[in-house]
């Protein structure tokens, strides 16, 4: 199989099902934002030693392709019967995953700054950009049907990141900081 086709030379994409349509269509931006939630994933998993973190971005990884195709598949396709949809037990594994690693880290009683380890860094972005396909996927909603299991599993996947980031620095020895309040002054 060929890299490029030129099929999007003109500014369209083919969803699964074969409707064309612009690269700009919501349809296309949600499963757009999902791709580079993916990327960040595996950025994420380059700069982690940590054989159990590795396996879980993994398993991320391959349930954020299943969300692409979610959303890259219309429910009225001919198509759609071929592609396993989310579903409330992928919400329930990640609100596992979330139970799990919360009991590593301190409990929360402010907000903190997105950082630490350059891991954990690079998953409070992740977190960001699971929240930026969240809301992508809000304004799909608008215009047409989609899988509420989608915005739902995204919404949990951006707590889920936020609790791996402070694991990850719970687990390298370093401390949050917190915000303070008007503390710049």
């Known amino acids: 199989m060929k890299i490029y086709t030129r099929t999007g030379d003109q500014g369209e994409t083919g969803l699964y099902g ?40 993994a398993y991320l990884q391959n349930a954020l392709f299943d969300v692409g195709a979610d959303l890259a598949t219309r429910e009225d396709s001919p198509y ?33 700054h997105p950082g630490g380890t350059v891991t954990a860094a690079t998953l409070h972005v992740a977190r960001s950009v699971a929240r930026r396909a969240e809301r992508d996927v809000v304004r799909l909603q608008d215009e047409e049907a989609v899988n509420p299991q989608v915005r739902m599993y995204l919404n949990r996947l951006s707590d889920l990141l936020f609790v791996m980031a402070r694991a990850v620095n719970a687990r390298s020895g370093l401390s949050e900081t917190l915000w303070h309040v008007k503390g710049r002054k």
């Open 80 to 112: 759609a019967r071929n592609v396993n949809r989310m579903d409330a037990e992928d919400v329930a594994v990640l609100e596992g995953m979330i139970d799990r690693l919360e009991t590593e880290c301190e409990p929360l009683r402010n907000f903190i």
């Open 18 to 57: 074969a409707d064309r349509v612009s690269k700009a269509h919501p349809r296309v931006e949600a499963y757009g934002t999902v791709d580079e939630l993916n990327s960040l994933l595996g950025l994420a998993r380059a700069q982690s030693q940590d054989q159990a973190l590795d396996q879980e971005l």
